[in-house]
T-cell receptor, first 111, second 110 residues
Framework: SQTIHQWPATLVQPVGSPLSLECTVEGTSNPNLYWYRQAAGRGLQLLFYSVGIGQISSEVPQNLSASRPQDRQFILSSKKLLLSDSGFYLC??????????FGQGTRLTVV | GQNIDQPTEMTATEGAIVQINCTYQTSGFNGLFWYQQHAGEAPTFLSYNVLDGLEEKGRFSSFLSRSKGYSYLLLKELQMKDSASYLCAVSTDSWGKLQFGAGTQVVVTP
């Protein structure tokens, strides 16, 4: 069966510091991978998606970037965090155009 | 632009039925999804509709009308553990990208 791992679960970072969140998927090949962010009291917003190694599409302009160095690894990064980057970050995978399966999420607080 | 609307909050009694409506206006349509999200946790998949009609899965059912841009999630025999946020999401293309509504917080009371 397929599983998705995301870490860390919580993170408190100062403004201006770098960020790296990692997500890995097991039990499947060539998954579509996604990064979503959920601000407090709001719906999930798609940040990035990837359909293959090295293929990244950004959905909204922002202070973040994503990379996919391996088939089942997806990384979300920032060089300098802003207060507005605080939120609940969720990695997800799907086999194609059907349902997405989410990791447990990372609660990021920028102070 | 993309617009997905659902009520902010609904309250119902244990054992009752609750219907959560979702209306959408999107640039494309490749399916509608419902997710359940407990506070502080990741969303979990509940249902998927791509054709018009009703999909039933145990205590949960989901309905879709593509011509009306409308869906609902029906929760029967409510249990306390059903207290959660329910997210309506539309896939607008074949890449599996989802546009989410803001979620409906369902509160189940004894």
């Amino acid at each position: 069966s397929q599983t998705i791992h995301q870490w860390p679960a919580t993170l408190v970072q100062p403004v201006g510091s770098p960020l790296s969140l990692e997500c890995t998927v097991e039990g499947t090949s060539n998954p579509n991978l996604y990064w979503y962010r959920q601000a407090a009291g709001r719906g999930l917003q798609l940040l990035f998606y990837s359909v293959g190694i090295g293929q990244i599409s950004s959905e909204v302009p922002q202070n973040l970037s994503a990379s996919r160095p391996q088939d089942r690894q997806f990384i979300l990064s920032s060089k300098k965090l802003l207060l507005s980057d605080s939120g609940f970050y969720l990695c997800a995978w799907s086999p194609g155009s059907t349902e997405a399966f989410f990791g447990q999420g990372t609660r990021l607080t920028v102070v | 632009g993309q617009n997905i609307d659902q009520p902010t909050e609904m309250t119902a009694t244990e054992g009752a039925i609750v219907q959560i409506n979702c209306t959408y206006q999107t640039s494309g349509f490749n399916g509608l999804f419902w997710y359940q999200q407990h506070a502080g946790e990741a969303p979990t998949f509940l249902s998927y509709n791509v054709l018009d009609g009703l999909e039933e899965k145990g205590r949960f059912s989901s309905f879709l009308s593509r011509s009306k841009g409308y869906s609902y999630l029906l929760l029967k025999e409510l249990q306390m553990k059903d207290s959660a946020s329910y997210l309506c999401a539309v896939s607008t293309d074949s890449w599996g990208k989802l546009q989410f509504g803001a979620g409906t917080q369902v509160v189940v009371t004894p």
